[in-house]
């Protein structure tokens, strides 16, 4: 069997006429028949409250702690300094003071828990300093500027009965509907608003895009887009390293042994 992994989220109205599934994701809308007998602007309002209420609902249940890149690179660079200025064994040493024997396994994405994986013998510092680089050039450049206009998407039907705006807070953050969008059905309407909803979005990411591109940011968004293939890539390369320097091993095994 595979593993699909968990279902999306699903929020219902309160009275029970608008679903909104993966609300903080790719929104899926749901209607009932119930839902169509309302008036054209108290549906739109009414589908726009639900799609907002189920992105606030998935935030708040995937709410935790989390650490920025900053820290991240913090923490990386101190591990780096230590192992070539005190040696693995110190490294090893102070990290168990610092988290204490007794100390709960923290967060897989905590920078410490990731530091701590890497306390293993003959770690390789080359490692560390290409991570090091990948998140120092995610860092701003003096004079940049910090805070971004926030930016909308918008999207329209293809028969101008449904209009869905996007925002960075929510997928959906505004729904129109013309006088004659009940005509659909529920079940044709609500297919329309999830198919305009997600061109709204792919709209706002578009308009992101360019806004960053024109900050004069250290990677544009197309760079940040291959970084997962720049990573497979330094990946293959470790790879690599590790088996020429296995086969050397076992060549050096074998002439020691005379074989």
């Known amino acids: 069997m595979t593993d699909t992994g968990p279902p999306p989220p699903t929020h219902t109205s309160a009275d029970g006429g ?4 993966d609300g903080n994701g790719a929104p899926v809308v749901r209607l009932t028949v119930e839902a169509l007998r309302l008036p054209a602007r108290e549906l739109a309002e009414l589908v726009t409250w639900t799609a ?3 992105a606030d609902a998935v935030r708040a249940a995937e709410a935790h702690e989390s650490r920025s890149a900053a820290d991240a690179l913090a923490e990386l660079k101190n591990l780096r300094d230590g192992l070539r200025q005190e040696g693995l064994q110190a490294v090893i040493d102070r990290k168990r003071a610092e988290y204490g024997a007794d100390e709960e396994d923290l967060p897989p994405d905590d920078p410490r828990s990731m530091a701590r994986m890497g306390l293993a013998d003959q770690i390789p510092t080359a490692g560390l300093d290409a991570a090091i680089r990948i998140l120092e050039r995610f860092q701003p450049r ?3 500027p ?5 930016v909308t998407g918008r999207a329209t039907g293809p028969d101008e009965t449904v209009t869905v705006e ?3 807070e929510y997928p959906i953050a505004g ?4 006088i004659h969008a009940r005509e659909l059905g529920p079940e044709a309407l609500g ?8 061109k709204a979005i792919a709209d706002l990411k578009e308009r992101q895009r360019a806004q960053v591109d024109g900050l004069g940011l250290p990677l544009t968004m197309e760079q940040v887009d ?6 497979d890539a330094y990946g293959d390369k470790v790879r690599g390293q590790y088996e020429y320097l296995r086969r050397q091993h076992d060549e050096i095994i074998r002439r020691l042994h005379g074989k």
């Open 191 to 198: 297919k329309e608003i999830t198919e305009t909803a997600a």
């Open 146 to 150: 910090a805070e971004l206009v926030p």
């Open 18 to 21: 608008v679903t909104v599934v």
């Open 226 to 231: 291959g970084l997962p293939g720049e990573m």
């Open 52 to 54: 907002r209420e189920a």
């Open 142 to 144: 003096p004079g940049t």
């Open 175 to 178: 729904v129109l509907l013309g």
């Open 166 to 168: 996007s925002t960075g």
